[in-house]
């Protein structure tokens, strides 16, 4: 199989950022709230992709680590300068995971110099986690 170069970060790496969120959490909030707590968070693709899962927690948390790993490898946290739906995962032909940005957000990344955010994700039964990077 060919890769192709662009799925490697290019550039100089202008900001990192993790996050770790237990599963239980996202499962109690979606429990607690219903569609409410999922429709504030997450978007449409990110609910269709992860609502097909068996189980779809883990899922759904890593992709709720995402957007904080991202909002703190631009070191603003969500609120002001970047909203939960700001930043939404989509999955690439290898399911690999594909950072969607909307227009807030890009001119986030443009201030910062940067063109690209790339994440990592990853799930165990109780944990998911996300890794982010920033690059020019
Ligand atoms: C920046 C943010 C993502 C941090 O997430 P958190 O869950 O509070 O904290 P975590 O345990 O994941 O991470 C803590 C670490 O993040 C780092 N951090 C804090 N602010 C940061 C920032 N602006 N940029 C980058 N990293 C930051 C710090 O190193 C901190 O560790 P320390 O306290 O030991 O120094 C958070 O402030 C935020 O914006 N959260 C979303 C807002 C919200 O509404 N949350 C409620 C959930 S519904």
Known sequence: MSIPFN??????????GCDLVEISRIS?????????????????????YCMKQNNPYPSLAARFAAKEAISK????GIGEHLGWKSISITNGERNQPIVQLDANAQSLLKKLGGQNVHISLSHTDTTAMAFAVVTQ
Do not use: C, M, W, Y
């Not at 909030?29 to 269709?48: C, L, P, T, V």
């Not at 490898?73 to 603003?76: G, I, L, P």
């Open 7 to 16: 799925l490697l970060p290019a550039g100089k790496t202008l900001g990192i």
């Open 28 to 48: 109690d909030a979606h429990n607690r709230h219903g569609q409410h707590f999922i429709d504030k968070i997450f978007s449409g693709e990110e609910q269709k």
């Open 73 to 76: 490898a631009f070191t603003v």
